[in-house]
C-alpha cells in the first residue's frame, strides 16, 4: 500500500505561480512511475506531467514550458511547479503513485483556481 497526499493549491491570478507538493508513505520503494493529473469541472481526469523512475519526464502540450515537475527521492515528494498559470489551468490536482502490477494510487486532490 500506498499512501499519497498532495498539498500547496489555492487562488492565485493569472500569470502567477503555484507549487504543488506531492508526499508518499508506505510501501514507496515499489513505486516507478509518478504523476501530476488535473480534473476540471465536467471533464475528464488528464494527465498533466510524469515522471519516471528513471528521471525521464513528460508534459501535457498544454503545459509544456510553464510546468515542471520534480522528485526527491530522498524525502519520497514529487513536486509540481507552475509559471504563467492561466484560468483555464482551474482544476482539482491529483497526485499518482505506479506501483508494480501496475497498481494506481491517488491523492484526495488539490484546488488550483486561476481568476483575477
Known amino acids: 500500500q500506498v499512501q499519497v497526499v498532495e498539498s500547496g493549491g489555492g487562488l492565485v491570478q493569472p500569470g502567477g505561480s503555484l507549487r504543488l507538493s506531492c508526499a508518499t508513505s508506505g510501501s514507496i520503494d515499489t513505486i516507478y512511475d509518478m504523476g501530476w493529473y488535473r480534473q476540471a469541472p465536467g471533464k475528464q481526469r488528464d494527465l498533466v506531467a510524469i515522471i519516471r523512475s528513471g528521471g525521464s519526464t513528460n508534459y501535457a502540450d498544454s503545459v509544456k514550458g510553464r510546468f515542471t515537475i520534480s522528485r526527491d527521492n530522498a524525502k519520497n515528494k514529487v513536486y509540481l511547479q507552475m509559471n504563467s498559470l492561466k484560468p483555464e489551468d482551474t482544476a482539482v490536482y491529483y497526485c499518482?503513485?505506479?506501483?508494480?502490477?501496475?497498481?494506481?494510487?491517488w491523492g484526495q486532490g488539490t484546488q488550483v483556481t486561476v481568476s483575477s
Open positions: 499518482n503513485a505506479k506501483t508494480r502490477g501496475p497498481i494506481d494510487y
